[in-house]
Each structure stands twice: as structure tokens, then as C-alpha cells.
């Protein structure tokens, strides 16, 4: 079924325009039903609900989390519309199919103290005046990571406290950025960047050791190096979901929160309310005398 997933790869780039990043995404949880369904002796017009549910239950079984799951029986939703407009079948198998509630899965935030300390860690590299940088701008902004090491310099208006953001969808929105994370940025842009490019030109904000610009992996390796110095395990996405529980936490109205997370459905940033909740749950059966 190669030739499938390349033909399906294609229609979500040329038919629906979705970005690199998302399609091998789909890719990647794709795959691994494909090979399940062959595996079974079935074929992409073939297979039946059972067998996603199946596929799914292994998936579960392998301790996937609610939130892969999810994303999987979304990607898997997408093919079965793609098989219908190419007519390779006239059912829907994954018609109602029912999803893990994504809002129950609390995302990991860290307390600002712990966030303060991150910040801190002391880590051996050349480059930490911009990995600081990228750390503070991601705290302070809310961005997911491709959108961190895809930052260009043109999308920055520091001396309006905003940069430009190009998000999922190609959809763009202005974010803000604290005068803690301007200073760091300003400082890497003073100190390490013109050593790095060496009279050269990029556009891009973060660069690695040959003049371009980071990848997701190449981030996640610093991120971790920080998150072992300040003793905290971190995901990519750590620092975003502090951005978004610290400010409900604070007080901030939802639907600001969303446009600054760039979430096309405010029903994604929901799931904050839930973290603020459980933090006061917490404090309440911990200061509560008859708690």
C-alpha cells in the first residue's frame, strides 16, 4: 500500500495545502495501519471498521497515549474521506468512530518556579546565549516548536513587544513577546548569530552551527540537555502548556489565550481551565484543615 499513502501524501499537500510537518504526521500514523491491514489480508477498499478498532486496541495495548490515539484516528478519518473522493470505496469505515477525550489528558505544566530555574540551568555550550533565547521566547510566547525554529527575522517587531507567527494552516497571528525574552533574542542577535553566519545571509531567526535553521530534532535535543541541568523532564511542548496554564492561572480570558496559542477551536484551550482547576483542588487539599 506504498503507492497509496505517496498518492494520499500528495493530495494533502496539493488538494488541502497542508504544511510539511503535518503530512508526515499523517504519514507516520498512517503507516503503521497500513502494514496492520496487510498484515490482515485486507486492502485499502477492503478493510472495515473492526479492523481500525482492532488496529487501535494494539495501539492502546502498546501504551499509546489518548492524545497519539486521537491524532491517529484523525489521520485516519482524512484517508477514508480521500478513498471516497477517488472513489476506491463507497463506505465510510471510519464513520463514527468514537475518540479517547482528549480534554480529559491534562497537558504537563511545570510551576514558575521550576520555569524560573529552567531558565537558569547551566548548560556547557557555545550556543547557550541562543538557546536561552529560544527557551524565553517560547515561554513567553506560547509557540509550538516548528513555529520556534522557523522564526524569521522579518516576522519580529520587538520594539512593539509583538512578533509574527505563521502557524498550522498557514494561518498567521500576532503573538507578544515580554521584555525578558527581547533582551535574550537581542543579545543572541548582538553576540552569537553574526559569528555564526560569518558575513553570510540567512532569514531565518535560529540558526545551527552551518548558518540554517534548527530542526524540531536538533531543538528537542537542546531542550532536553536544559531540562536534565534544572532536573525536570520536558516535552517539546513543555513550555508552551506553561505559557497557557500560567496566564488562566493568572486570570487571562480564554478567548485571548487561544489567539495567542493560534487553537482554531476554543474547545483546544478548554483544556486549561481543566489545569487551573485541579491546581486549586490541589491547594485546597493541601492547606485545607478539614480537607
Known amino acids: 500500500m506504498s503507492d497509496l499513502l505517496r498518492k494520499f501524501k500528495s493530495y494533502l499537500s ?117 538557546d536561552i533565547a529560544m527557551l524565553e521566547l517560547m515561554y513567553s510566547s506560547g509557540l509550538r516548536v516548528s513555529e520556534l525554529v522557523l522564526t524569521q527575522m522579518v516576522n519580529l517587531q520587538l520594539d512593539a513587544g509583538f512578533m509574527k507567527v505563521r502557524g498550522k494552516g498557514s494561518k498567521e497571528r500576532l503573538v507578544p513577546v515580554n521584555d525578558r525574552a527581547k533582551k535574550r533574542i537581542e543579545i543572541y542577535l548582538k553576540k552569537v548569530r553574526p559569528s555564526i553566519l560569518k558575513k553570510r545571509v540567512s532569514p531565518y531567526l535560529f540558526l545551527s552551527n552551518r548558518g540554517g535553521p534548527l530542526t524540531r530534532q536538533r531543538f528537542w535535543q537542546t531542550i532536553k540537555a536544559y531540562g536534565k541541568a534544572a532536573g525536570v523532564d520536558l516535552t517539546p511542548h513543555t513550555l508552551r502548556h506553561c ?27 478548554q483544556v486549561y481551565i481543566k489545569v487551573s482547576t485541579e491546581l486549586i483542588r490541589k491547594e485546597y487539599n493541601k492547606y485545607h484543615p478539614r480537607a
Not at 494494539?58 to 499509546?64: D, F, I
Not at 497557557?244 to 476554543?266: F, N, P, W, Y
Request: include cysteine; proline fraction near 2%.
Open 243 to 269: 505559557f497557557a496554564t500560567h496566564l488562566v492561572e493568572g486570570g487571562a480570558d480564554l478567548r485571548s489565550v487561544q489567539k495567542m496559542l493560534g487553537h482554531s477551536c476554543i474547545s483546544t484551550t
Open 14 to 130: 496539493a488538494e488541502r495545502g497542508l504544511a510539511n510537518n503535518t503530512v508526515e504526521a499523517y504519514e507516520n500514523d498512517l503507516r503503521g495501519l497500513l502494514l496492520y491491514l496487510e498484515a490482515h489480508n485486507k486492502t485499502a477498499s477492503s478493510f472495515k471498521k473492526e479492523d481500525v478498532i482492532n488496529y487501535i486496541e494494539t495501539l492502546r495495548r502498546g501504551k499509546y497515549s489518548a492524545n497519539s490515539i486521537c491524532r491517529f484516528i484523525s489521520s485516519t478519518r482524512s484517508l477514508c474521506k480521500y478513498l471516497l473522493i477517488e472513489k476506491e470505496r463507497a463506505d465510510d469505515p471510519s464513520e463514527n468512530l468514537l475518540t479517547p477525550k482528549k480534554w480529559l489528558i491534562l497537558p504537563k505544566a511545570l510551576s514558575i518556579e521550576t520555569v524560573v530555574e529552567l531558565l537558569s540551568a547551566n548548560v556547557s555550550s557555545r550556543f547557550v546565549l541562543r
